[in-house]
């Protein structure tokens, strides 16, 4: 776009043909120039591979499916600009999209992530995301899902930027880690935000950065038996990795009593044995997971998390009460 760019737009496409050409038409429209773009394909089937070489449109093409974890990998080790800007190709965003992200993230050096207001694509009354948020119980959830999108516009720090429509610092990847290839997909924004706040970082939700989510659009629907097992395992890896033993003995109750109710949640919705399956295989590989090392230093930061995992509880029941409020488990 242009040649001082700031930021480089990734996009991980997996099949998504039908997608790619209205995001990159919203794209076109940004009032912010100060981006690039660059397409990671996941060793598509469709055509996607040829439509965008046919169009000349800057694109890694993978040779198999490495989930969203690699494919953003891929493209943040490839980009050179001081920011990059994760989006879903199930997306739309506003022209002042990229500009208001830009103007949020350049406020401190201190803030890692930025987390944008994502609007239901066929719905435009409701929310999509607000910022995720997790608790003190293991769940990892949607800010205002399903509540009107006419709310949530003031500015706010999150627990963790939603990766389907967020702008990150590249230069902290250096230092904390990028996206765990383990995780594949599903909650791995979480991860690498958790680990970032160790470390001292902040993760901002910001308001008037809008863009339009349809969800699920890689996958296909909210729920089956491949993410809700994945997602389970992931959550087990979440805990394992980014709290250090004294925490979790202090949160083991609390955890186990998430997985209890959890479990009765998808038995409600016939997914029990996936979810039981994918709990037993993170706790028989959680092992093999890179656990962040535990640093005096980061002590006040690891006293901050714990009381945002309590304070992740009291929002959550807040906003059940409010509205039918789902678990999440991460639309692709």
């Not at 496409?13 to 660059?38: K, S, T, V």
């Not at 965003?93 to 830009?102: A, D, I, Q």
């Not at 935000?193 to 339009?212: E, M």
Request: aromatic share 14%; with cysteine.
């Amino acid at each position: 776009m242009t040649g001082q760019a700031a930021v480089t737009v990734i996009i991980p496409n997996y099949n998504g043909r039908a997608f790619l050409e209205p995001c990159l038409e919203a794209l076109g429209r940004q009032i912010c120039r100060e981006f690039e773009i660059l397409v990671v394909d996941n060793g598509s089937t469709d055509d996607s591979v040829g439509w965008l070489k046919e169009r000349g449109i800057p694109a890694i093409c993978l040779k198999e499916n490495t989930g969203f974890s690699g494919a953003v990998n891929v493209g943040i080790l490839q980009a050179k600009t001081p920011y990059v800007l994760l989006l879903n190709n199930d997306t739309e965003p506003e022209p002042e999209f990229v500009g208001e992200l830009l103007r949020s993230i350049r406020r401190s050096k201190k803030i890692f992530a930025v987390s944008s207001k994502m609007i239901q694509f066929y719905n435009r009354d409701l929310m999509d995301d607000a910022g995720d948020m997790y608790s003190v119980v293991g769940w990892a959830y949607q800010r205002g899902v399903g509540q009107s999108s006419a709310g949530y516009n003031r500015p706010c720090q999150v627990f963790s930027a939603c990766a389907g429509a967020a702008i990150y610092r590249r230069k902290v990847f250096e230092t904390i880690g990028y996206f765990d290839e383990k995780h594949f997909c599903y909650l791995e924004d979480i991860d690498v935000c958790w680990r970032a706040k160790i470390f001292g970082y902040h993760n901002l939700y910001c308001p008037t950065a809008v863009v339009y989510h349809v969800g699920s659009g890689t996958s296909g629907s909210k729920y089956n038996e491949f993410k809700v097992k994945l997602a389970a395992r992931n959550n087990i890896y979440l805990n394992y990795k980014n709290m250090p033993w004294p925490q979790l003995g202090l949160n083991a109750l609390f955890l186990a009593a998430g997985i209890g109710v959890k479990y009765g949640f998808f038995k409600g919705i016939g997914f029990e044995k996936a979810y039981a399956e994918g709990v037993k295989e993170g706790f028989a590989t959680m092992r093999s997971c890179q656990k962040v090392t535990f640093n005096r230093k980061h002590l006040t930061n690891y006293l901050a998390i714990q009381w945002e995992l309590l304070a992740g509880m009291a929002v959550y029941i807040w906003e059940f009460s409010r509205r039918k409020f789902l678990i999440k488990d991460r639309n692709a």
